[in-house]
């Protein structure tokens, strides 16, 4: 089931409710000093609950992306929402919430995949080479990282916002020392 629907089904009774959904995958290719490092892949994915009800306002965050773990996570953003009606600044009572649609994708020229890893790497072996331009260079290290980032953000005001973010961010450092 999308989260969307999880999201539907687990919507309480309140004046608003929103889910923004985050999940984001990243490789990571290095060589340092000429060899090789192990690739680096990781995957974040959750999900920030807000509540505001009766001027008050909570939130929570979970990973447990099922209907249960989105049900805890909005229960536990209602009791903040409970305690800090009395406590707020702002009359959250009068302020209009979001009623947007929308959805944004990355312009990619060339895919990160479309490139067989040999490539990336044969490209960071010619910059890493580059590096060591005489001997007060002790270290140095030679990367290219892609994210890709995947929000949505809901509301029971019938907010859907989809976003689809994608990075290649290139790094160089090098450490000298003189002595």
């Not at 290095?30 to 008050?56: C, F, H, W, Y």
């Not at 305690?83 to 009068?94: A, C, E, G, V």
């Amino acid at each position: 089931m999308h989260i969307k629907h999880r999201f539907q089904n687990i919507i309480p009774p309140v004046d608003f409710c929103s889910l923004r959904y985050v999940t984001e995958t990243s490789e990571r290719l290095s060589v340092r000093q000429k060899i090789v490092e192990p690739s680096i892949r990781t995957n974040d994915t959750g999900a920030m609950l807000t509540v505001i009800d009766k001027g008050g306002l909570g939130y929570a965050a979970t990973s447990d992306l099922s209907e249960s773990g989105l049900r805890k996570a909005v229960a536990k953003a209602q009791e903040w929402a409970e305690h800090s009606r009395n406590n707020m600044l702002i009359d959250l009572t009068k302020v209009a919430m979001p009623q947007q649609q929308g959805e944004y994708n990355s312009t990619v020229e060339q895919a990160w995949d479309s490139i067989p890893n040999n490539a990336k790497l044969d490209l960071l072996r010619q910059e890493a080479d580059q590096c060591k331009l005489n001997d007060k260079i002790v270290d140095w290290e030679v990367s290219l990282q892609a994210i890709q980032t995947e929000q949505i953000y809901l509301t029971n005001t019938g907010s859907e916002i989809n976003q689809h973010f994608q990075y290649i961010i290139p790094n160089i450092r090098v450490i000298a020392n003189q002595g």
